[in-house]
């Protein structure tokens, strides 16, 4: 099974994508996780990426189309994938379509986890994340129950730097502009399902499994 998550900023990808990989055997390719531990080890794509990643601007599709090359040609992708974080404009389906055909593999679902400005500005501004395990809480919704620990792995938690208000817009303003327009690329394959992702995460994570196992 291979599946793609659209969704703006918030909609809550990361956290349906670790659910869903784990419930499936699937892998989960996340372009902003790949992103920030190469931020983290200072690798030369890390420090290439970093500043557009802080300002919430996108980072440079062929920046993105040699990491993702790496990516799709390690072997636990072979089992089947969640892909979160990407494609986020045209270029990049396109690029992702060249990926798929010279493995002889294609896309069977994609699904669109929609949701209000609203709630995503609420989610995000008080996201936590594992710094060990990449594990997501929140600070009202969904609170560690030790205080900026993971509950999981037992590591600090940290606030994402681009989950800052002003960065959470301009992160919707260049997902309006540029990755919106996948959504109908999508439609126009018959691969994409909408969700409405405003409410309970288990809620959509039962309606993608569904839909996966259709
Ligand atoms: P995310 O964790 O998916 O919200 O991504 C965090 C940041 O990483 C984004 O705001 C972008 O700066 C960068 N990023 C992640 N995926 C992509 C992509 N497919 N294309 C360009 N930039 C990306």
Same mark, same amino acid.
């Given at each position: 099974?291979?599946?793609?998550?659209?969704?703006?900023?918030?909609?809550?990808?990361?956290?349906?994508?670790?659910?869903?990989?784990?419930?499936?055997?699937?892998?989960?390719?996340?372009?902003?996780?790949?992103?920030?531990?190469?931020?983290?080890?200072?690798?030369?794509?890390?420090?290439?990426?970093?500043?557009?990643?802080?300002?919430?601007?996108?980072?440079?599709?062929?920046?993105?189309?040699?990491?993702?090359?790496?990516?799709?040609?390690?072997?636990?992708?072979?089992?089947?994938?969640?892909?979160?974080?990407?494609?986020?404009?045209?270029?990049?389906?396109? %690029?992702?379509?060249? +990926?798929?055909?010279? @493995? !002889?593999?294609?896309?069977?679902?994609?699904?669109?986890? $929609?949701?209000?400005?609203?709630?995503?500005?609420?989610?995000?501004?008080?996201?936590?994340?594992?710094?060990?395990?990449?594990?997501?809480?929140?600070?009202?919704?969904?609170?560690?129950?030790?205080?900026?620990?993971?509950?999981?792995?037992?590591?600090?938690?940290?606030?994402?730097?681009?989950?800052?208000?002003?960065?959470?817009?301009?992160?919707?303003?260049?997902?309006?502009?540029? %990755?919106?327009?996948? +959504?109908?690329?999508? @439609? !126009?394959?018959?691969?994409?399902?909408?969700?409405?992702? $405003?409410?309970?995460?288990?809620?959509?994570?039962?309606?993608?499994?569904?839909?996966?196992?259709?």
């Amino acid at each position: 099974m291979r599946i793609i998550l659209l969704g703006p900023p918030g909609a809550g990808k990361g956290t349906q994508a670790k659910s869903l990989a784990e419930e499936l055997a699937l892998a989960h390719v996340s372009t902003g996780d790949i992103l920030r531990q190469n931020v983290k080890d200072a690798t030369s794509l890390g420090k290439e990426a970093k500043d557009f990643m802080d300002r919430g601007l996108l980072v440079p599709d062929e920046l993105m189309a040699k990491m993702l090359q790496e990516r799709f040609a390690q072997a636990d992708v072979r089992k089947g994938f969640i892909l979160d974080g990407y494609p986020r404009n045209l270029a990049q389906a396109k %690029t992702l379509e060249d +990926i798929f055909s010279i @493995q !002889g593999i294609d896309v069977d679902l994609v699904v669109y986890l $929609d949701s209000s400005e609203e709630v995503i500005i609420q989610r995000l501004s008080g996201r936590l994340v594992c710094s060990k395990c990449g594990a997501n809480f929140h600070k009202t919704n969904m609170p560690p129950k030790r205080d900026g620990i993971c509950d999981k792995c037992g590591a600090a938690l940290y606030q994402r730097s681009d989950d800052k208000v002003e960065t959470i817009k301009r992160r919707l303003e260049v997902y309006k502009k540029e %990755t919106s327009d996948l +959504i109908e690329y999508y @439609q !126009g394959k018959n691969k994409l399902h909408r969700l409405d992702a $405003d409410g309970q995460a288990t809620i959509v994570l039962s309606q993608i499994v569904a839909l996966a196992k259709q």
